[in-house]
């Protein structure tokens, strides 16, 4: 075989810098290009694929210091990726993953390309990620490798092979998940080549193309590969979502491991018929603003029929790079319904036009892909297949999750993004309102759905902060402050109000009361799995010993957010504050006590003032007031028993006056017929009237009433003016309530009209 070339690139980072606290190089965070040092330019198909995080590693559950992870995969049946992950340092001693991504282009199908990248690799000692190499002063061009061989895949008839085609033969479902166990297969080999092997035969059962994990805690989208090794038992996901595989094939000792869905059933599909539709459609619609009914279910047909060919070979080109016109915009439009992560440059390409989000809310060639969409979705649903349906709401979330992600980057046209997905009145501001629905239900319901993966994705990456702020730089939870704005654009509260909390660790008034407590809750207080609890626990112990130097150096800037004045700082240590703020809490409520017990006692004290000359009679009607209210208190008794002497008990039960007067008509009129002035003071002081002759007024009010019913509804009038017109510092609020007290005694005071009347009508 002829010489084959081996590129390379890394994961980006940025502020790359060596610290001379850890004794290392750190970073300050991720860069959102993700791909850095490339030494030869990436393809596409391999950008996307690594943009899209189907390589991606959970950052909070890195390998163990000195270890490493493997992941590959086969793309589009042309390249091979073998991506070797490895555990680094923030700036803040938190611990993330550095990705070593080594690929080729494979010369034919029949190439066993991730087994050629696994050799290669093994015997250039494991090449592995490291942070120095992104030091601008001290990195070198990355290098390209050779190969003189590329290996074929393998006829799994061999003897030593046989233990594997056993394991492929009795499964039903992929991913096959097992442990690692490190030991050498074939007592001279590492593990993950049998790993690599086994993905290879059940590559050929499934008819998928090959893609594997090794030695992994947490990985994204596990359903979307075929065997996984992974680092602990614990790891193993207990609700992954596995697929049937087809029955295995009886005769196949002449079958070599090949990727059938694109190798051995091109030759039968229409691509030329399937191209020529999909060019029509868009020049029919570019001419006439409308779908072809006959040609569009011509596509859905295709769709129907080869949901799982490789659609990329039904692109035209030449149209895509083609001089920007209203034709070549549509078909853009159409391929990214059927292909989203193929090509969304067209999606920038609106919102970067001049006139999109205009102050009319219109545009005349950039709409059109827009409403292209809207047509598209609403025939599908016609057409009533489940699978197209979903196949193009997909790509609209996939959209979605593209432009959120620019927005939190800062880039060019945020307003355009927002825009778009909250006010343009388009399939996709309507469709971002069912996305946000998915979101919140994914983050805070225990309802289990399936969602689109980029959608899961962004949720996953939303759970992992609240989960884990520790492990979250700064600058990764301040890029979510941009996303609030547009939540709010569609009173999503529940998602703003967690933007806002992974930004600022608070939520403001305006968003909080708009949140439905339990939301907030559980905002504050998702919990971790007893699996994730245990798997983190570890990586924890050393970033949380320098926690609060690295907080203490991002918190020097005050953050602040959009129409407020200041934001408070990050919380330092979750438990010591909690512990803080309990032991703060208590101590205040012995303060309250304290206090409370004091007044009462003062209180007590004042309610026996000296005798006035200038009023005896008065201070004394007084006294009897205040001694009842105190309901025959002992204190008083016991510390002035001979004071005023002259003063009747406050239960008086000989003048007919008990200690509520109010109780019942019955205690009224009895106290009335006693003591008529102590009564009047009751009522003044009971009201806190302004008054007694309103006290007088209120006194004949009550003891007019003609039946207990009556009295008790009389009250009630009372105490609702009283309610209605608190006393305040000021006059104001006495004042109200003596006037609305006159009002309604002058209410029962005039005779009722209707009676009268009712009386003259009956014969």
């Known amino acids: 075989m002829s010489v084959v070339q081996i590129y390379q690139f890394c994961r980006a980072f940025d502020n790359v810098r060596y610290s001379e606290v850890y004794g290392c190089y750190v970073s300050g965070g991720y860069a959102f290009e993700k791909i850095a040092r490339a030494s030869h330019e990436v393809p596409p198909e391999i950008r996307e694929a690594v943009i899209n995080d189907y390589f991606k590693l959970n950052d909070n559950y890195p390998p163990e210091t000195g270890d490493f992870a493997l992941i590959a995969r086969e793309i589009d049946d042309k390249y091979s990726v073998l991506a070797v992950a490895n555990r680094q340092l923030d700036d803040g001693g938190r611990p993330t993953i550095g990705y070593k991504y080594f690929w080729l282009d494979k010369s034919s199908p029949d190439v066993d390309g991730i087994g050629t990248l696994i050799y290669w690799w093994l015997n250039q000692n494991q090449p592995k990620f490291d942070m120095a190499e992104l030091d601008k002063q001290l990195s070198q061009s990355p290098q390209i490798f050779r190969v003189h061989e590329q290996y074929k895949k393998l006829i799994f008839e061999e003897d030593q092979l046989q233990n594997i085609k056993r394991i492929v033969v009795e499964e039903n479902k992929i991913p096959y998940t097992v442990v690692v166990t490190k030991e050498l297969w074939r007592k001279r080999y590492p593990e993950y080549t049998k790993l690599h092997y086994l993905a290879l035969c059940f590559s050929d059962r499934a008819t998928r193309l090959n893609a594997w994990a090794w030695n992994v805690h947490k990985i994204a989208y596990p359903e979307r590969f075929l065997a996984i090794f992974y680092a602990t038992q614990e790891d193993i996901p207990k609700n992954i979502s596995k697929q049937p595989l087809p029955s295995p094939q009886k005769d196949n000792s002449n079958t070599s491991v090949s990727t059938p869905t694109k190798e051995n059933t091109t030759q039968t599909v229409p691509v030329q018929k399937i191209k020529k539709c999909l060019k029509d459609i868009a020049r029919i619609f570019a001419d006439t603003d409308e779908l072809d009914s006959k040609k569009t279910e011509e596509l859905f047909e295709y769709l129907a029929k080869y949901p799982n060919e490789n659609w990329s070979d039904f692109i035209d080109k030449t149209t895509l790079q083609a001089i920007h016109d209203k034709f070549t915009l549509i078909y853009k439009a159409e391929i990214y319904l059927l292909l989203p992560k193929e090509k969304s440059s067209f999606l920038i390409e609106i919102l970067n036009s001049t006139n999109f989000g205009n102050s009319s809310g219109k545009s005349t060639s950039n709409s059109i892909a827009i409403e292209f969409h809207a047509q598209l979705l609403n025939a599908s649903y016609k057409y009533q297949n489940e699978q197209i349906i979903n196949r193009l709401v997909f790509s609209i979330y996939t959209g979605i999750s593209y432009l959120l992600n620019h927005l939190m980057a800062d880039h060019n046209g945020s307003n355009q993004i927002e825009f778009l997905l909250t006010q343009s009145q388009s399939i996709w501001s309507k469709t971002f309102l069912t996305y946000a629905e998915l979101v919140e239900k994914r983050i805070f319901s225990e309802e289990e759905i ?43 509260y529940p998602l703003a109000g967690t933007f806002c909390y992974i930004s600022y660790r608070f939520i403001p008034q305006d968003i909080l009361h708009l949140i439905d407590n339990e939301i907030y809750r559980k905002i504050q207080n998702i919990q971790l799995s007893s699996q994730d609890k245990s798997n983190s626990n570890n990586e924890h112990k050393n970033s949380e010993a320098i926690d609060n130097k690295s907080e203490n150096n991002r918190s020097q800037k005050k953050q602040k957010l959009p129409g407020k004045t200041t934001t408070p700082k990050r919380p330092k ?93 019955e205690v009224f009129k009895a106290c009335n017929k006693t003591d008529k002035d102590k009564l009047e003071v009751e009522l003044r002081d009971n009201y806190k009237l302004f008054s007694t002759a309103i006290a007088e007024n209120l006194r004949k009010y009550y003891l007019s009433s003609k039946d207990e019913n009556q009295f008790q509804d009389r009250k009630f009038k009372i105490q609702k003016c009283q309610n209605d017109n608190p006393i305040k510092d000021n006059s104001n609020g006495r004042d109200n309530l003596d006037n609305c007290i006159k009002d309604i005694i002058q209410k029962s005071l005039k005779p009722k009209r209707s009676s009268v009347n009712n009386s003259k009508q009956t014969p």
């Open 573 to 665: 240590r979750r438990r010591e504050i909690n512990n803080r703020i309990w032991f703060i809490l208590f101590g205040i409520f012995l303060v309250i006590v304290v206090v409370f017990v004091t007044a009462i006692i003062i209180l007590i004290i004042s309610r026996n003032p000296p005798p006035n000359n200038n009023n005896q009679d008065q201070s004394h009607i007084q006294n009897i007031r205040k001694n009842e209210k105190e309901n025959n208190s002992p204190v008083n008794n016991l510390e002035n028993p001979s004071a005023n002497s002259t003063t009747p008990s406050t239960t008086n039960t000989s003048s007919g006056c008990s200690t509520d007067v109010l109780s019942n008509l």
């Open 450 to 492: 399936i969602v689109e993966e980029s959608l899961e994705t962004f949720r996953q990456k939303i759970l992992t902060i609240l989960q884990e702020p520790k492990n979250i730089t700064l600058a990764e939870r301040k890029q979510y402050e941009k996303l609030v704005s547009t939540f709010i654009k569609i009173n999503h």
